[in-house]
């Protein structure tokens, strides 16, 4: 049977869903294929991201979290007696979240009217896509045009072999029925500090092994110095420069080898979790004749708009290039169907928000420090902590800080970096100030309600021409 559509979208993450929907809104036929199904084996929507990623990590971030901070809640007057922590229960709670919102992308679809369609859609060229449902039954769609967005998976070490249980994967520390006594995590990528920040606030003696020997490159300098020993003292062993080179489970405990320098070392843990990045899935989703090219680290070829090789094909999120942030998919998504529908927005690369849910958070948009003196450009950097804020120690929350980096000649924001309570709800305001092209004056003139967290921002932003009011300023020069 072959039907035909304006526009067939494979995979149904956020890249994937939120362009079905908005193909819809903008009154284009619109299908999506996806293959992925729950534990009771029905079809679901969502992607990584609902079913096994951000959703059910947070759920078990913020219920671990609130479990954490009982420990502390004695200098507020609260005196906690027989606390304890049900994790079957706080699983089955993430279950529920999972579904819950799984179910919404389902009455959305329907509500625009996007027409789901359950199995693994393959492009074979010519607007042609088969698709192959779970009970092996195909059939071929004809679309005019075609977006791909089927994500990624993640990347397995061949000397590490997951067995689903003693061995697992980002997805397989979603589900442990207790926290294992000794837990080991390769790579202290957000992934290794998300899932370990879990299971340790559940009592893990957890080490993290990272073959970098900084923490968080890719974050500003100071963030990746100041979470590392923020962690350490939440209990978190991480060791640097530790590269894994193998494990092998025995008598149910997993001995782990890896290298630091010339030196080889042991280390026996109860669980371990592999968490050393993921790579683009593009397995069965396209056939020679269909004309789609792969980058040289196995990304679909697109240009800066989302545009394959091949006419009419976009293609967006994890599966091309850019770092794998649902956000950032969806905004991709978003922009190959409004392109297909004529429009010509485009997605803006220098603002994308990153975040890590550890406590503190860990969120940053724009240049790094490092990064701006390695290009040579000329910067102002202001840094606020959250010690001085008074929403923060009203809290009981006063560790990180804000930084602002503003260009040193225009003024220009290019970048901010928190560590701290809400970080990711604040990084906000330094996407909106970049998105803007604002610079550090324009935020300092904006004014923000007290006593709130987000008065860091402001301060951080005034101190960069030396007028904050709760910190001591640098000298001006
Ligand atoms: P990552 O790239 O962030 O970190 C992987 C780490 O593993 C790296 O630091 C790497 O040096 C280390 N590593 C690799 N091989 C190793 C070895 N043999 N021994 C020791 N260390 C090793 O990847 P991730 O944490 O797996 O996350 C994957 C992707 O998912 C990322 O792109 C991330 O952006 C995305 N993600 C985002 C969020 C979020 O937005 N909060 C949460 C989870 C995942």
Redesign the pocket.
Known sequence: MSREFDVVVVGAGPAGYAAAIRSAQLGMSTACVDKSVQKNGEPTLGGTCLNW??IP?KALLDATHHYAILRDLGDMGIEVDGCRMDIPKMIARKDAVVRQLTSGITVLFKANGVKHLPGTGTLLGDGRVRVVEHDGKFRELRASNMVLATG?T?IE?PSVPMDGQHIVD?TGALEFQAAPKRLGV???????L?LGSVWGRLGSEVVV????SELLPAADERVGRDAKRIFKRQGLDIRLG????GAAVDNGEVTVT?AVGDKEDRLVVDKLIV????KPLTRDLFTPEAGIGLDERGFVSVDQNCRTSASGVFAVGDVVRG????HKGAEEGIMAVERIAGHKPVVNYHAIP????THPEIAWVGKTEQELRSDGVPYRSSVFQFGASGRALAANDTSGFVKVLAHEKTDRIIGVHILGPSASELISAGVIAMEFEGSAEDLALTMFAHPTLSEAVHEAALGIAGNAIHMVNRKKS
Request: proline share 6%.
């Open positions: 990623g951000c990590s990624s993640p070490l980002s390769i790579g202290a990528g957000i992934i290794g998300e092994l990272e073959a970098l530790a590269t894994v080179i890896y968490g050393v990045g993921r770092p794998m942030l649902a990153s975040v890590i849910y």
